[in-house]
């Protein structure tokens, strides 16, 4: 007799948010968002499987839950159509595109069966039944408890901070025209919600739903489970000699199983009582033929233990099963996921079963809403607490929804995520500033970091300041047309302090930056300056701006500074009757001689070019050459202050960056502690940050501005490979006040990067409380605009120079020979 699939689909409706069976079963859905793989400290391991037993506890009796973990193969599709993309944007999108990653997806089932229904078993699943009819059907009532039931159970879980739950309503779970509802979905295992084509199921050969070979291997034999389990393992690949890395228990069949499959958790909440008693029962008959065998003798301990410790204990006794469904298209595949799945469960101490003749019955309950369809020859006897090990605890790293970011690269499979380490962490208070403190020794991608970090704020319209040691910013310049102040005997470096651009203008910030440059010039560190010495050069200051208003074509710089100091205003002091030793102005004139032209520095304050420095978004301060002079290093620096504070007041509602490489430690030599400390302590008043990046811990320890100013003020700490230190990491750990899953992150970078693949990882942590570490991979393009290899730098210049300059369309020249081959 033919059987058509309407009369056999044990699903009768939806209704009320609620799938209904055909046997009276009603369901709830919900949507699970968990916490991301490799970011769970072992203690969040532990509390997170605590929440799932409490969870479980509080469900009724005669209620099933179960979980589905849905992992599917797909690939990064790149955004082509923003007009404002710019070229190293595209060149990221075309890098990633089509990039391979598994996409999680969990849906958490609560089934409550109505009282009587019967128990089901291989031999007796709707799938095989006649005719299908309700026994009863739910009272009102009862309805309503058991959805009280589920939202304390919703409450437990998000309470916890772990998991995030969504209550799926009828439209998500029942199929319209053009979208799958879940329960359609998971009939045809279809990849989207708009995979509208039906498929066939075949149980002749195996299962197959369409195209798609499927294999079901199962957990659900007592003998064949790990002789220990626990709510987390050890993760070998990130673990070292110093640290273990922490994976949940069952993550090699979640995130690290690299395959089409679905993972099916059930838990069979029975009636306690009766359960116990079944238990009591089968120990007495085992106890009275104990002595005509051992396995009797044995079963019968095992039964006590059970039944002691559910006692003992107050153990909640339920039946659980848990199996793998995986699919492929080609046959030929069939093979290398049953060796990729039974390793995973091997990981686990466990033994796989292929289920070959009972693969259709279980596959049938796996419909959601039909769990209670479940063959419970299939299932096997524990505790809640145990049967919560065997959960899928994380999902794989999410992109932000904030519009700022930065783009990073996923730990497992680098696909491209949307990463904001300073609004949204500042928004939901998990830090207090923006500041970022970065440490990473030579050659660990440091520099290459933080170019894509800077590159990323600047086309999000960031101002930024770059103070440099070593030219590592010169290509993102150039990219960028930014301003690069840089010291060479053909070219020394040149500013205009005097300089009043549009849209700032001569005010009291402005005057004292340029008293305090004067100051420096004059006086020696040891040097003090008396009360009528700055009121002098106060009144010195406005006397030129006023002489420059009378004068049009009079340009702002120090010659004619100097020039109205030497002619008009030591006659103004003579007509004063200002004294000597009130304002000594043929001491200040010979001083200030060697930068008025002619002059030894004539160069340094008069420059015509690059005057507008509060407009430009982009400048880097290179400080290589300059570092030890003992002239223009201090008035380099005092510039850079007066710039970077200048924007940081005026650019009202502006992002604002000031990065000091490694810069900071000749800056601390010439006493400018102070401008540090209050630049770390105030910055973020101004919707701005300020970033130090080191390369060595002993910096950190011999300088206490570090220690105290800058590494208490930034609540990001970014950490790139710091496999050389693992020896003596605990100083650093105690230094920047890292925790031991901080730790362990650390230490685990860059030990299973994917070897066909070129990338660095980086650690980041924001206030203590959220740590992750990610790739930062990009494409060939974005690689020799960041890099800071000179024979590269080199090749760069050189391809440029072709297109008359044009560095964009040299790299783009450049990448294409070296893809090529050339």
Not at 27 to 38: G, K, N, Q, S
Not at 108 to 117: F, N, Q, S, V, Y
Not at 131 to 159: H, N, W, Y
Not at 638 to 654: A, H, L, S, T
Request: with cysteine; net charge negative.
């Amino acid at each position: 007799m033919e059987k058509t699939i309407e009369n056999m689909f044990p699903i009768m409706d939806v209704e009320h948010d609620c799938i209904i069976s055909k046997q009276g079963d009603v369901t709830i859905v919900f949507r699970a968002d968990l916490p991301e793989i490799f970011t769970l400290s072992d203690q969040e391991y532990e509390t997170f499987h605590q929440t799932w037993v409490k969870a479980i506890k509080i469900l009724p009796k005669f209620s099933i839950f179960h979980k589905q973990d849905w992992f599917l193969d797909s690939s990064y599709t790149a955004d082509f159509t923003k007009e404002d993309t710019s070229f190293l944007s595209r060149s990221s999108e075309r890098f990633f595109n089509e990039r391979p990653f598994l996409e999680h997806s969990c849906y958490i089932m609560l089934t409550k069966k109505p009282a009587g229904r019967k128990t089901s078993t291989s031999l007796f699943s709707s799938l095989l039944r006649t005719t299908v009819v309700p026994e009863e059907t739910l009272k009102p009532q009862l309805l309503q408890e058991f959805l009280d039931s589920a939202g304390q159970f919703q409450r437990i879980l998000e309470d916890s901070g772990f998991v995030q739950l969504t209550r799926l309503k009828e439209e998500a779970l029942k199929s319209h025209q053009d979208k799958l509802g879940l329960i359609e979905r998971y009939f045809y295992l279809a990849d989207k919600a708009d995979d509208l084509i039906i498929n066939d199921l075949k149980f002749d050969e195996g299962l197959r739903v369409g195209d798609k070979y499927c294999q079901l291997y199962t957990l659900a034999d007592a003998e064949d489970l790990p002789a220990l389990c626990g709510s987390r393992i050890n993760y070998d690949k990130y673990s070292t000699d110093k640290t273990k890395f922490s994976v949940g228990f069952a993550s090699t069949l979640g995130q690290l199983l690299s395959c089409n499959h679905i993972y099916n958790q059930y838990v069979f909440i029975e009636d306690a009582q009766k359960t116990l008693q079944k238990l009591e029962s089968k120990r007495l008959r085992l106890q009275s033929l104990s002595a005509y065998s051992r396995e009797n003798t044995i079963s019968r301990d095992a039964t006590n233990d059970f039944l002691n410790e559910a006692i003992g204990q107050q153990r909640l006794p339920v039946k659980a099963h848990f199996n793998v469904l995986a699919w492929t298209d080609t046959k030929e595949e069939l093979k290398d996921l049953k060796n990729m799945i039974s390793s995973a469960i091997a990981q686990m101490d466990a033994v796989a079963k292929q289920e070959t003749v009972g693969a259709p019955q279980i596959y049938w309950a796996g419909i959601p809403g039909n769990a209670a369809d479940f063959p419970m020859n299939d299932t096997f006897d524990t505790f809640a607490e145990q049967a919560t090990c065997f959960f899928n605890l994380e999902t794989g790293y999410r992109s932000s929804i904030s519009p700022f970011g930065i783009r990073l690269g996923d730990r497992l499979t680098g696909k491209p995520v949307h990463v904001d380490i300073s609004d949204e962490p500042m928004a939901t208070g998990i830090i207090t500033n923006r500041n970022k403190f970065i440490l990473g020794p030579s050659g660990s991608g440091k520099s290459f970091f933080t170019n894509h970090m800077e590159r990323s704020y600047y086309e999000q319209n960031t101002h930024i300041v770059l103070v440099d040691v070593g030219h590592s910013y010169k290509g993102l310049c150039d990219m960028v047309n930014g301003y690069y102040f840089t010291y060479t005997t053909e070219n020394p470096i040149r500013f205009n302090p005097f300089f009043i651009g549009e849209g700032d203008a001569l005010d009291t910030e402005k005057k004292e930056s340029i008293k305090t440059l004067l100051l420096a010039l004059w006086k020696k560190d040891d040097e003090s300056f008396r009360r009528s010495e700055y009121v002098a050069l106060s009144n010195v200051i406005a006397g030129y701006y006023s002489h420059l208003e009378a004068k049009d074509d009079l340009f702002p710089g120090f010659n004619s500074f100097y020039e109205f100091l030497r002619d008009e205003y030591v006659q103004v002091l003579k007509d004063d009757h200002v004294k000597e030793r009130d304002f000594d102005i043929d001491n200040f004139l010979y001083v200030l001689r060697p930068y008025y032209e002619g002059g030894e520095f004539d160069y340094l304050l008069n420059a015509t070019e690059n005057l507008d420095l509060l407009q430009e978004r982009f400048i880097v301060f290179e400080l290589d050459n300059i570092k030890d002079h003992p002239i223009l290093f201090p008035v380099v620096t005092i510039i850079i202050m007066e710039v970077f504070i200048n924007k940081m007041r005026k650019m009202k509602g502006i992002r604002k960056t000031i990065l000091i490489e490694e810069a900071w430690k000749a800056l601390m030599k010439e006493g400018f502690a102070e401008y540090i400390k209050y630049l770390f302590k105030t910055v973020r008043k101004f919707f701005g940050e300020a970033i130090v990046v080191t390369q060595d811990i002993e910096d950190i320890i011999s300088s206490p501005v570090v220690k105290q100013a800058i590494v208490n003020n930034s609540d990001c700490k970014i950490l790139l490979d710091q496999s050389k230190y693992q020896n003596k990491f605990d100083q650093i750990q105690e230094l920047l006040g890292l925790t031991d899953k901080e730790k362990a992150l650390v230490l685990s970078m860059n030990k299973a990067n994917d070897p066909s693949r070129k990338y660095k990882e980086v650690f980041i942590s924001l206030g203590g409380t959220q740590s992750k570490v990610y790739r930062t991979e990009v494409s060939l393009e974005e690689y020799l605009v960041y890099t800071t290899e000179e024979t590269e730098k080199v090749k760069v210049q050189a391809y440029a120079k072709k297109f008359d300059g044009d560095i964009k369309k040299g790299i783009a020249a450049l990448a294409n020979d070296i893809r090529n081959g050339i």
